[in-house]
């Protein structure tokens, strides 16, 4: 079965070269080209492909953007930035807003491909250069007391209960509050831990806690 793409990406040149690489392998099959944001934001949630690859600078809209209203309506579908962009600001809002990889367009056409079966295998693919920036921003963010002192009580609770490996439906029931409220609890945790995932998370939890 292969694996169905999406390109979100206005330079045209560089839209179709990436189809016409990926509809060439075996088990990948390009299902929609979109050159603006617009367009991409009305018609991926019906096409709901394996994985989008998103160009961050669109000329209507970020593709930042796209990802946070998406993500939701398409919760099986992978996203990785394909960008010529590089800095902190722009790498980290993609991560947050849910993109699983990060890719510089100056990367060969190998390893674009290798990433999208990586991405589609469950992997969080992305240049060299941008796993390092990554890398050192969690260097200088070491834990500290004052980030767990920033969590409200209930907050605290939620972080215990995620660290004892409950599901968010069985931490709502023990709550008895809906799991639309224990995943905003859970965002605010990430957000004031400043992590991005429930394992940063629960590690930074048993730091504070020894």
Avoid at 13 to 23: F, P, R
Avoid at 73 to 94: A, H, L, Q, R, V
Avoid at 175 to 191: F, L, M
């Amino acid at each position: 079965m292969s694996i169905s793409i999406a390109i979100v990406e206005d330079e045209k040149n560089y839209n179709n070269a990436l189809k016409k690489v990926i509809d060439y392998q075996d088990d990948m099959k390009v299902v929609a080209q979109f050159f603006d944001g617009k367009d991409a934001l009305k018609n991926l949630p019906d096409i709901s492909p394996d994985v989008v690859m998103m160009d961050i600078q669109l000329q209507d809209m970020l593709g930042i953007e796209i990802i946070e209203k998406l993500r939701k309506e398409m919760p099986e579908t992978n996203f990785i930035m394909c960008t010529s962009f590089e800095d902190d600001e722009k790498i980290f809002n993609s991560l947050k807003a849910g993109a699983m990889g990060y890719l510089i367009k100056g990367e060969s056409m190998d390893k674009i491909l290798s990433s999208i079966r990586d991405v589609y295998n469950g992997g969080a693919p992305m240049s060299l250069s941008i796993a390092r920036r990554v890398l050192s921003h969690f260097e200088r963010k070491l834990p500290e007391a004052k980030d767990f002192d920033d969590l409200t009580e209930r907050e605290k609770e939620i972080l215990e209960l995620l660290s004892q490996g409950l599901l968010y439906k069985e931490i709502a029931d023990k709550k008895c509050i809906s799991i639309d409220t224990v995943k905003k609890h859970v965002g605010n945790i990430y957000r004031k831990l400043h992590v991005s995932n429930k394992v940063e998370a629960i590690n930074k939890f048993n730091h504070f806690k020894n």
